[in-house]
């Protein structure tokens, strides 16, 4: 083998394209061509098509279903209903929360939209036509869409099922429609320091219910091999290998004959991580009927039945000294978690990791309760880039800190400043059970505040409130802070598991003879861009190039085990498992470089994509030689070959951080506004690819505008939800997306083998309090306190014509 590698040492690490460099994104050439291959994409011969019927009614007995009109249908050849599970056990499947939930209505129905029959047919237009023709009588039941409503002594008993348990999956159950109670913190030290404190701000702060609403929604492809008794699942999953357990675990087929397979996904954002009926129906119908089944939602079934996210009801109370020192936070949640508790959390944490809710600030004491509540609407509850209730946390505390600066008469940024974690409290351990691993708040808020010009606007913006006084304009300024603490990289799993599985992820990485290389993770890009980033990470630490480098996720056949891809985890675990990984390779490839040059291991050191003799520059030996090396010297005490293989249990968690600030212009008689200015400051640790973080910080910042601004799930009282559609539900375009001014700081994680933090959720964490910051800044010169999201142009108006802005 000859070596053709460039002579300088730069243009030898610029050729690796590893870690910190702009690599395009490999994945584009197929996606920007057309050659995504989605589940909908997937043909097989003979497949058949599936699809629901579905609950008008948000609470409802069923008191008969007859399908014989329907199965009369042509091409309609199967209607499944409860009764044709429950032999098999299947009708109701356990939800990654502890609970359980029914996979086609039995005995009654418990939101919009819920599962009553799965009509299987040739085609897709049948299957439409047989679910018209199946006859469903309902009995209505009184209907509950609000969580305090639904913990009266009189309300309905929305879980019949669970009659009689007062004990659910996390402890007690206070009553027929109480899911948990979880407390973190010292409730009597907090209660004493707010009775104590100079000053108390309280506030009930609501984050809306809302709903990731990907490009592709769900579905999936279940094709059971009769003949060898394999099941192969096709479909959306945030974390293939877990839904290969769940199938195997709910199907007692063994989880040795089925392969899960997740090709190209049009977007998770925490929607596809749960496990939907849709899957089980397929499966059994397959199984049933011998031929591949698929099941592929429309974009009503979508925004109406799967996984929605946040519907906090967070009641607040934040102790301070005169002067502005935090001195305690008191956090009380009602989360709404419709019919079912299907959040997909680590098992231990029923309201996620909320109890990062102190945020950035060093918060002597604090007590948190969260009660988990039944109501008739759609289950789910982590999902839209949450970091675990993170965004909620975020959310709330930001908030908080913005009524506190009004009770005191401050500046808001000020008052940040003055009670920010400082850089040297590292690793500094939170009132409510963090060690957040490392940061560096205040240079990232001063480098902030200074690219705005801080100080600038807050003049221009008194300057306009007095001139709104005069009556010379009839728009507001206002300046919409954030510094959010994020919690990603779950999880150490002594502390975070997914119904038993530890939250540890991998990879395993085999070296072609040539030089080239595969890399396989138990994670799975959904527009991340891990082909791109993992093969970065290789490239630092084993000196190929990324593009010499394959990236492979989501066949269960293949990839190793991992929990999958959600939480911003990917690249604090599964991206250090590939560290590890090249690790593993690079120490066997020392001991072939040593054999070849003739040297002790120890006399070799690593230079960018080789080894070379200590002191002796001339001699080496390249990544490239020792590869084909690998394979074609009998090398004593060596097997042959080049491959390794990580499982990676990360110590703690990571905490990336940032600072965002919106510039909001407000029309007070239309309630229109525009963004002047967005600046989005982030620190995710050691940065792998610069432009595919801009990219992730850019989408998530889009996310966090429709959620501030227009979008909502909402339902009326009798349970309908109103904005099943893409007419109803507010989904941003590049029209009402302004333009975003990044910027970031690097604090590595002490812990994380190369130093990264995750950053995909970071952008809808800090970015969501950022814009309804802005919005409440703007009216706080005229008395706003607090008013809920969305900020929509309507909720707007009445904010000022609640304040007599209208004359
Ligand atoms: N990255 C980097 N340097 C860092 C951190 C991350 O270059 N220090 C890169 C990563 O290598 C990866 C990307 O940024 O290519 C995101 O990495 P990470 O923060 O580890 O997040 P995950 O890969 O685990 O992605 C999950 C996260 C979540 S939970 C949601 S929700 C979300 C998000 O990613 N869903 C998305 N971003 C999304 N982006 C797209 N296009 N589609 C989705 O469904
Ligand atoms: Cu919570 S949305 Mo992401 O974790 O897939």
Redesign the pocket.
């Known amino acids: 083998m000859t070596d053709q590698t460039p002579i300088s040492r730069e243009d030898r690490v610029e050729k690796l394209k590893g870690v910190g460099s702009q690599r395009k994104r490999v994945e584009d050439a197929r996606f920007t061509q057309g050659k995504g291959n989605y589940v909908d994409d997937i043909k097989m011969p003979g497949m058949l098509f599936g699809d629901f019927v579905r609950s008008p009614y948000a609470h409802a007995r069923v008191v008969s279903i007859n399908t014989e009109a329907a199965l009369k249908v042509p091409g309609v050849l199967a209607v499944l209903t409860a009764a044709d599970l429950a032999p098999l056990g299947l009708h109701w499947m356990p939800t990654l929360a502890g609970d359980k939930q029914m996979v086609l209505a039995d005995g009654k129905v418990l939101y919009q939209g819920q599962e009553v029959a799965f009509v299987v047919a040739t085609d897709r237009y049948a299957a439409a036509d047989g679910i018209e023709a199946v006859e469903v009588e309902y009995s209505e039941l009184p209907v509950v869409v609000d969580p305090f409503k639904a913990l009266l002594p009189d309300a309905p008993v929305l879980r019949e099922d669970l009659e009689g348990k007062m004990v659910g999956a996390h402890g007690p159950r206070k009553h027929h429609n109480h899911i948990f109670t979880w407390e973190q913190g010292d409730k009597d030290a907090t209660e004493a320091v707010l009775a104590g404190a100079d000053v108390v701000a309280e506030e009930m702060v609501y984050y809306h219910r809302t709903h990731?609403c990907?490009l592709e929604p769900c579905g999936c492809v279940a094709s059971m091999d009769k003949v060898n008794g394999k099941l192969t699942l096709y479909g959306t999953f945030q974390a293939p290998h877990a839904i290969r357990t769940v199938v195997s675990l709910i199907s007692g087929i063994e989880e040795h004959n089925i392969r899960v397979i997740s090709p190209d996904?049009g977007?998770?954002?925490?929607n596809k991580v749960g496990a939907y009926p849709g899957y089980v129906c397929s499966v059994v119908a397959s199984i049933v009927t011998g031929k591949p089944v698929k099941w592929v939602e429309d974009r009503m079934d979508n925004l109406m039945t799967t996984a929605f996210a946040r519907d906090y009801w967070m009641k607040g109370k934040i102790a301070a000294t005169k002067e502005g020192k935090i001195t305690g936070l008191w956090c009380h949640v009602t989360a709404d978690h419709g019919g079912f508790d299907a959040c997909a959390d680590p098992t231990k944490f029923p309201a996620g990791f909320f109890n990062i809710c102190t945020g950035s600030y060093d918060i002597p004491v604090a007590y948190l309760a969260v009660d988990g509540v039944y109501t008739n609407k759609a289950p789910g509850g982590v999902?839209?880039?949450?970091?675990f209730r993170v965004t909620e946390a975020a959310y709330f505390i930001e908030r908080m800190v913005e009524i506190l600066a009004i009770e005191l008469g401050m500046d808001a940024a000020e008052l940040r400043r003055i009670n920010f974690i400082k850089a040297d409290q590292f690793p500094y351990h939170s009132a409510l059970g963090w060690e957040y691993d490392s940061g560096d708040y205040h240079t990232a808020w001063d480098k902030a505040l200074a690219a705005v010009d801080y100080e600038g606007l807050r003049k221009e913006q008194a300057e306009r409130v007095e001139a709104f006084k005069r009556g010379e304009t009839r728009k507001l300024l206002g300046i919409g802070l954030t510094h959010f603490t994020e919690i990603?990289g779950a999880g150490p799993v002594k502390n975070c598991d997914i119904l038993g599985l530890g939250m540890f992820d991998s990879c395993e990485i085999r070296i072609h003879p040539t030089g080239s290389a595969i890399a396989r993770l138990g994670?799975i890009?959904?527009?991340?861009?891990?082909a791109?980033?993992?093969a970065q990470i290789l490239a630092s630490e084993i000196g190929l190039p990324a593009d010499s480098i394959t990236v492979e996720e989501g066949d269960t056949d293949t990839a190793p085990y991992g929990l999958g891809?959600?939480?911003?985890?990917?690249?604090?675990v599964a991206?250090a498992a590939t560290a590890m990984a090249g690790r593993k390779i690079r120490a066997k490839a020392q001991m072939i470089a040593a054999y070849l040059l003739e040297v002790h291991d120890n006399d070799l050191e690593w230079d960018v994509d080789r080894f070379v003799v200590k002191g002796a520059p001339e001699r080496f030996k390249t990544m490239k030689e020792i590869a084909f090396a690998s394979y074609n010297q009998a090398i004593p005490g060596l097997e042959p070959g080049l491959e390794a293989v990580s499982y990676y249990d990360p110590p703690n968690m990571t905490y990336p951080f940032g600072a965002y600030i919106c510039v909001m212009e407000i029309d007070v008689d239309t309630g229109v506004h525009e963004i002047r200015q967005f600046y989005a400051l982030d620190d995710?640790?050691?940065?792998?690819?610069p432009m595919?973080?801009e990219g992730?910080v850019h989408?998530?910042l889009t996310e966090a505008l429709a959620i501030a601004m227009g979008q909502e799930i909402a339902y009326d009282e009798m349970g309908n939800c109103k904005t099943g559609t893409l007419m109803d539900f507010f989904v941003p375009t590049a029209w009402e997306t302004p333009h975003y001014t990044t910027d970031h700081t690097t604090t590595p994680s002490p812990h994380h083998p190369i130093g990264?933090?995750?950053?995909?959720?970071s952008p809808n964490v800090g970015g969501v309090p950022a814009f309804s910051n802005a919005v409440h800044d703007a009216f706080r010169a005229f008395g706003l306190r607090q008013s809920h999201m969305p900020h929509d142009h309507w909720r707007i108006w009445k904010i000022a014509n609640g304040l007599g802005l209208h004359g």
């Open positions: 990731p990907p996904i977007g998770g954002f925490g999902a839209y880039r949450c970091s990603v994670t890009s959904q527009g991340q861009g891990h791109t980033t993992f891809t959600y939480g911003s985890r990917s690249t604090p991206g995710c640790g050691t940065r792998i690819n595919i973080i992730q989408g998530g990264a933090k995750g950053v995909g959720e």
